[in-house]
């Protein structure tokens, strides 16, 4: 098995097995047990669980980063932004489990502190390569709509309303 195929495993596992139960009676032991793995292997991986938590957070804000790279050089009234919008909550929506368990792994709102300032990067890029000017205030609100966007998605509303409603935000803020 490839070691990035081993690295999924133990990632899948972890979120498979915090699914199912408290995140705090997990251990190394019943994680390389149910991943079907010896402890040292999940050893060459990861020195401890909260290691490994971090690299599933990072993996997750990276696969959110590189969808909104994507599209991060067209203005906030095109089409092209309107499907950037849309495919990054079609991942928040595939990986809503996923940011749940993540926004629970460490007790305290880390994650989403590291989801926010991701957010804000990005939009900072944006926001320089079209040339517009924008205040911390504008930031904030943007990386709290983007927040507010997210709670939506256990609800009945489309993944086509929301990103509409996130890219309405977006031009009320900063055109």
Not at 24 to 48: H, M, P, Q, W
Not at 49 to 72: A, G, M, R
Not at 155 to 161: A, H, I, N
Request: hydrophobic letters at 45%.
């Amino acid at each position: 098995m490839k070691q990035q195929d081993i690295r999924d495993k133990i990632h899948l596992t972890y979120l498979s097995l915090v699914a199912a139960q408290d995140a705090t009676t997990i251990n190394v032991r019943k994680l390389a047990e149910a991943a079907g793995i010896a402890r040292s292997t999940f050893y060459i991986y990861f020195d401890n669980i909260e290691q490994l938590v971090i690299d599933i957070e990072n993996e997750f804000l990276y696969q959110f980063e590189k969808l909104y790279k994507q599209h991060i050089r067209c203005s906030f009234s095109s089409s092209e932004h309107f499907e950037a919008m849309k495919c990054i909550i079609s991942f928040f929506k595939e990986n809503y489990s996923t940011f749940l368990i993540l926004c629970g792994s460490q007790g305290s709102n880390s994650f989403i502190m590291k989801l926010v300032n991701t957010f804000k990067l990005l939009l900072v890029k944006k926001l320089n390569y079209l040339q517009i000017k924008y205040n911390e205030v504008q930031l904030t609100f943007a990386a709290t709509g983007f927040m507010s966007v997210i709670d939506f998605l256990d609800t009945d509303k489309t993944t086509k309303e929301i990103a509409q409603e996130y890219c309405d935000l977006f031009i009320h803020l900063f055109m």
